[in-house]
T-cell receptor
Framework: QQQVKQSPQSLIVQKGGISIINCAYENTAFDYFPWYQQFPGKGPALLIAIRPDVSEKKEGRFTISFNKSAKQFSLHIMDSQPGDSATYFCAASRSGGYQKVTFGIGTKLQVIP | NAGVTQTPKFQVLKTGQSMTLQCAQDMNHNSMYWYRQDPGMGLRLIYYSASEGTTDKGEVPNGYNVSRLNKREFSLRLESAAPSQTSVYFC????????????FGDGTRLSIL
């Protein structure tokens, strides 16, 4: 059972455009939602994270939007650049003590010039 | 600034062979993790260690063993490799004792024939 559903699996965006990746979760106990960025041949890197007490978090060109009632969250990359081409994973976990992180299956983003 | 270092980077094994994947972190982190990454499956937790001297199973522990040798090092052992264990293996670490990986190594690409 996939607890975090991520879409699309692949995405092609033109340079300067907005990249949007969506995730939906089932477990209402999740209260921490990180995004990871992975370049080819490298390990994932924590990019940005949000808790459900806010509806949006922005760091530079990266923004997480969170809709608690719909159990959905999304990553927006503004002014997408070729250097943003990577695989992006959303994830979810519960806070406090041992709580494993559940990852989405990943979205391969390609930003073309 | 090495971060998380994994060795080897690539390995080919025959079914039934054994091997140990090594991981070391130089950030004085308490928690360390082993994940496997398979196409269409995201990242799945194999084992984790919340602190030196402790290890716990993740969601896919069968066929693996781990050792937290000291605070820096966390190894993953395949006792009798099977083709289903062909994957990319990532070691990760985090400062606290929760299971939210912060820093990943660059992975070990393991093929089992």
């Amino acid at each position: 059972q996939q607890q975090v559903k991520q879409s699309p699996q692949s995405l092609i965006v033109q340079k300067g455009g907005i990249s949007i990746i969506n995730c939906a979760y089932e477990n209402t106990a999740f209260d921490y939602f990180p995004w990871y960025q992975q370049f080819p041949g490298k390990g994932p890197a924590l990019l940005i994270a949000i808790r459900p007490d806010v509806s949006e978090k922005k760091e530079g060109r990266f923004t997480i939007s969170f809709n608690k009632s719909a159990k959905q969250f999304s990553l927006h990359i503004m002014d997408s650049q070729p250097g943003d081409s990577a695989t992006y994973f959303c994830a979810a976990s519960r806070s406090g003590g041992y709580q494993k992180v559940t990852f989405g299956i990943g979205t391969k983003l390609q930003v073309i010039p | 600034n090495a971060g998380v270092t994994q060795t080897p980077k690539f390995q080919v094994l025959k079914t039934g062979q054994s091997m140990t994947l090594q991981c070391a972190q130089d950030m004085n982190h308490n928690s360390m993790y082993w994940y496997r990454q398979d196409p269409g499956m995201g990242l799945r937790l194999i084992y984790y260690s919340a602190s030196e001297g402790t290890t716990d199973k993740g969601e896919v522990p069968n066929g693996y063993n781990v050792s937290r040798l000291n605070k820096r090092e966390f190894s993953l052992r395949l006792e009798s490799a099977a083709p289903s264990q062909t994957s990319v293996y990532f070691c990760a670490s985090s400062e606290g004792t929760a299971t939210r990986p912060q820093h990943f190594g660059d992975g070990t690409r393991l093929s089992i024939l």
